[in-house]
């Protein structure tokens, strides 16, 4: 395991520079100005004399490569540079935010496993059964389904049809205090409706594996030994049909992260989707990097954990990838 994570770690290095350097060149070729986004509707009167004053306080007037290779020498050192569209520096935009974001990814995710888990299980034992041809129906459909059309969707009926949950936010309107319980209320709907966008997968891939796992002789051989209906599923069927559905979970990292983006922004959660979205149209080089070295990371790191769980769960597989 620390041999495999070493590789893994050492071939991250030269991803995360690619990842970066990318990050600045599309930025650079993009259409918006980031000076005229810094400025705001200032920029629209001033000078071109100011604006070009400000584009070298900004640093946005050099080389593209100049850039890239002083952001790169600071981060390396803990210094993120400064947001221009956020006027903060980056370190204290992505500590602030980063936090809840991870606590939706988190809860989202757990959802997805837990409950994909269960009732792929039910319906891998009965394939064909009611529960699984309703619980695949509705898996297939909402495979389809964009997340900020399920979260819309949350929010028309558990807010304002029912009054059960708030819309959005982080806590109540009349209270400027965060507290856990206000931050519980208000983390269901988002959490359950990013939770539910992952969870066809997961379902689909238990039910998958449970089903062929009970069809296999070792299963067969202890159903004729006598053994108990349960014993044969969770000690034998499962085991073996939850090997797939390991794999699964670093390969889901990426629409993880592009459901959270969706789906704060349609709740207003305080995460990284609106700095993401802020950093993007105005153009910020120290803020697009920095939280697109998160993204990457979080994807490396999903490959990761997916490879080691396999590795626990199967000792013929090994840690030699």
Do not use: C
């Not at 009732?119 to 900020?148: I, K």
């Not at 238990?206 to 349960?230: F, H, N, S, T, Y």
């Not at 969770?234 to 889901?252: E, Q």
């Not at 959660?269 to 939280?291: N, S």
């Amino acid at each position: 395991m620390a041999r495999m994570t070493g590789r893994r770690a050492l071939a991250a290095v030269p991803v995360l520079l690619g990842v970066t350097l990318a990050v600045f060149a599309v930025a650079d070729a993009s259409p918006f100005d980031p000076v005229k986004a810094y400025a705001g509707t200032a920029g629209l009167t001033a000078s071109q004399e100011n604006l070009d004053q400000l584009r070298q306080n900004l640093g946005v007037d050099r080389p593209l490569l100049t850039r890239w290779w002083d952001w790169l020498t600071s981060a390396l050192t803990g210094d993120l540079g400064d947001s221009s569209v956020m006027r903060r520096p980056v370190a204290d935009v992505v500590t602030e935010r980063l936090g809840w974001s991870v606590l939706l990814a988190a809860t989202a995710f757990a959802v997805a496993i837990l409950l994909g888990t269960l009732l792929g299980v039910l319906a891998g034992r009965r394939r064909g059964g009611l529960l699984d041809r309703t619980v695949s129906s509705l898996a297939y459909t909402l495979e389809a389904a964009p997340a900020f059309w399920l979260g819309l969707l949350a929010i028309w009926f558990f807010s304002l049809k029912l009054g059960v949950l708030p819309a959005g936010g982080l806590t109540d309107t009349a209270s400027d205090t965060v507290t856990a319980d206000q931050v519980a209320r208000h983390l269901v709907l988002p959490a359950l409706v990013l939770g539910v966008s992952q969870l066809p997968w997961f379902f689909l891939y238990v039910r998958q594996g449970v089903g062929d796992a009970l069809d296999e002789d070792p299963v067969r051989g202890a159903r004729a030994r006598g053994l108990a209906e349960r014993t044969v599923l969770t000690g034998h069927a499962l085991r073996s049909g939850m090997l797939p559905m390991l794999t699964l979970i670093g390969s889901r990292v990426p629409e993880l992260i592009t459901g959270a983006l969706l789906v704060e922004t349609v709740f207003s959660w305080p995460g990284i989707a609106a700095a993401t979205v802020q950093a993007a149209t105005a153009v910020d080089f120290p803020l697009l990097a920095a939280l697109t070295v998160l993204a990457t990371a979080a994807v490396l790191l999903g490959n990761l954990l997916s490879d080691l769980l396999y590795g626990l769960a199967d000792p013929r597989v090994g840690f030699d990838g």
